[in-house]
T-cell receptor, first 115, second 110 residues
Framework: SAVISQKPSRDICQRGTSLTIQCQVDSQVTMMFWYRQQPGQSLTLIATANQGSEATYESGFVIDKFPISRPNLTFSTLTVSNMSPEDSSIYLC????????????FGSGTRLTVV | RKEVEQDPGPFNVPEGATVAFNCTYSNSASQSFFWYRQDCRKEPKLLMSVYSSGNEDGRFTAQLNRASQYISLLIRDSKLSDSATYLCVVGTGGGNKLTFGTGTQLKVEL
């Protein structure tokens, strides 16, 4: 199955600043997905990132707050902009993994704390 | 109503027990179905995909009832290492938009 390297694994940031999270996949994939998992909650899809086009955002998420880059078929970044304590969460990237029964593989997550 | 609803947890069971988790989904256009396992402070990992014909992988059996929009996971002969949160996941929009249930926590005890 696909192997995803996600970094940073964790960070503590000051409110008002921005953090960029990176995901590198060991194979070319058409779509990459970004999720948020708030404390004690399940995962919520933020956006879908396609190479060569703008990301598609889910309801409640906007590009100004969560800009995404997808420069090639193996890499994507998610930026959490102008952070507030409410952005404290785990952020995960994911790809469709055709080698694992058509499931989806996740990066190890970025645990973000905003103070 | 939540798009994907799961049994509330936690389930505390003795080692060797059989435990069943249930899940219902609201979108009849859903196309793909999965059970994921998430250990504490870790990312979710695919346990198994779920098919209409049902599928089994060792001690784990998953069933899908499209008419009732219901998914189940059965774990037989539970082990201490099965302790985790089990997430019911449903895919729509060509299967690529995943909606996660809130998860059911399983604790297997000696």
């Amino acid at each position: 199955s696909a192997v995803i390297s996600q970094k940073p694994s964790r960070d503590i940031c000051q409110r008002g600043t921005s953090l960029t999270i990176q995901c590198q996949v060991d194979s070319q994939v058409t779509m990459m997905f970004w999720y948020r998992q708030q404390p004690g909650q399940s995962l919520t899809l933020i956006a879908t990132a396609n190479q060569g086009s703008e990301a598609t955002y889910e309801s409640g998420f906007v590009i100004d707050k969560f800009p995404i880059s997808r420069p090639n078929l193996t890499f994507s970044t998610l930026t959490v902009s102008n952070m507030s304590p409410e952005d404290s969460s785990i952020y995960l990237c994911s790809v469709e993994d055709l080698g694992s029964g058509y499931g989806y593989t996740f990066g190890s997550g970025t645990r973000l704390t905003v103070v | 109503r939540k798009e994907v609803e799961q049994d509330p947890g936690p389930f505390n069971v003795p080692e060797g027990a059989t435990v069943a988790f249930n899940c219902t989904y609201s979108n009849s256009a859903s196309q793909s179905f999965f059970w994921y396992r998430q250990d504490c402070r870790k990312e979710p990992k695919l346990l198994m995909s779920v098919y209409s014909s049902g599928n089994e992988d060792g001690r784990f059996t998953a069933q899908l009832n499209r008419a009732s929009q219901y998914i189940s996971l059965l774990i037989r002969d539970s082990k201490l290492s099965d302790s985790a949160t089990y997430l019911c996941v449903v895919g729509t929009g060509g299967g690529n938009k995943l909606t996660f249930g809130t998860g059911t926590q399983l604790k297997v005890e000696l």
